[in-house]
T-cell receptor, first 112, second 115 residues
Framework: SQQGEEDPQALSIQEGENATMNCSYK?????LQWYRQNSGRGLVHLIL?????REKHSGRLRVTLDTSKKSSSLLITASRAADTASYFC????????????FGAGTILRVKS | NAGVTQTPKFQVLKTGQSMTLQCAQD?????MYWYRQDPGMGLRLIYY???????DKGEVPNGYNVSRLNKREFSLRLESAAPSQTSVYFC??????????????FGPGTRLTVL
């Protein structure tokens, strides 16, 4: 089964609204990363948060990490049509070295 | 800088045929990865190479072999393709080390269909 599971599987919002995606995982991690994938393209890194961090910001992105609940959330504020994409969380497991385990992703559609 | 490049972009094979997917990076990264992406499954790690001269199995290595030709290049070979290997294949690279966690950079992918 997947280490990281995103929720919801799909999200549809209006331009200007905020989008929140959640990721839950099962085993101890050393870092958690979020990636974006536009249709038919490769993944692009958005943000990395280490296990000893609780919150990080990057532009319109805000990521939180709660290691006690084994969960993370990605908030995109003031969404734009160009934010339409699939979003994946990827966990770096403590026993897995520098490899990542990806979740199945959340499909975000921003309607203009 | 080209980043991570993959060839070919598309490929159709018949069951039993072999082929090699090529990947190269120009960012001087030590670690390289091969993933496959299937609908609704996210990305699954096939093989990875922590450094030049080393390779290790990932989550789904069966039916594949890899070669880390040098620091820049990491190839994935299908010796006898099967329909179950129909997928999109992504190569990625990163700078990694003990206690060092960095983002992975991805190539554009290879869409492989096995008939």
């Amino acid at each position: 089964s997947q280490q990281g599971e995103e929720d919801p599987q799909a999200l549809s919002i209006q331009e200007g609204e905020n989008a929140t995606m959640n990721c839950s995982y099962k085993t101890s991690i050393n870092n958690l990363q979020w990636y974006r994938q536009n249709s038919g393209r490769g993944l692009v890194h958005l943000i990395l948060i280490r296990s000893n961090e609780r919150e990080k910001h990057s532009g319109r992105l805000r990521v939180t990490l709660d290691t006690s609940k084994k969960s993370s959330s990605l908030l995109i504020t003031a969404s734009r049509a160009a934010d339409t994409a699939s979003y994946f969380c990827a966990t770096g497991l403590v026993e897995y070295g520098n490899k990542l385990v990806f979740g199945a992703g959340t499909i975000l559609r921003v309607k203009s | 800088n080209a980043g991570v490049t993959q060839t070919p972009k598309f490929q159709v094979l018949k069951t039993g045929q072999s082929m090699t997917l090529q990947c190269a990076q120009d960012m001087n990264h030590n670690s390289m990865y091969w993933y496959r992406q299937d609908p609704g499954m996210g990305l699954r790690l096939i093989y990875y190479s922590a450094s030049e001269g080393t390779t290790d199995k990932g989550e789904v290595p069966n039916g594949y072999n890899v070669s880390r030709l040098n620091k820049r290049e990491f190839s994935l070979r299908l010796e006898s393709a099967a329909p179950s290997q129909t997928s999109v294949y992504f190569c990625a690279s990163s700078y990694s080390g003990s206690g060092v966690y960095n983002e992975q950079f991805f190539g554009p992918g290879t869409r492989l269909t096995v008939l």
